[in-house]
């Protein structure tokens, strides 16, 4: 992860970029706020984490609808070694999004490899 110290001022809703940047990592839901409303959607730093925060949440979602859909077609074992993948995932997704949070929240703009890169691409659109 690459970390870059990001000083921001606070927005013009008297919430810092960096609290905002934090708040993206909470749903999905805050993430696509930021991303399609003024002044939120301004601020590139903002928008970085509320990217960021979309593709983990989607990355997470899909290799679990993927194991997921796997369920009918196993054993008891298989069923058994799913649900512990698919709660494995949970934990480290959680794990992740608070991380991130508390770094974005420091003014850090962590980056996780390919998903931060084209995250931070995105934001500088």
């Given amino acids: 992860m690459s970390e870059n110290l990001v000083v921001s001022e606070p927005a013009h809703t008297g919430i810092s970029e960096n609290a905002l940047g934090a ?3 909470l749903t999905v839901i805050p993430a696509i706020l930021f991303l399609a409303v003024a002044p939120y959607n301004r601020s590139a730093y903002v928008r970085f984490h509320a990217w960021q925060s979309i593709i983990i949440g989607a990355v997470a979602f899909l290799i679990n609808f993927g194991f997921s859909s796997l ?5 008891l074992f298989g069923q058994r070694m799913i649900v512990l993948f698919t709660g494995i995932i949970g934990l480290a997704y959680t794990i992740t999004m608070i991380l991130f949070a508390v770094r974005a929240l420091n003014g850090k703009r962590s980056k996780l490899p390919m998903i931060g890169t084209w995250a931070d691409h995105q934001a500088s659109r």
């Fill in 71 to 75: 369920l009918p077609m196993t054993g």
């Fill in 23 to 25: 708040l993206s990592y």
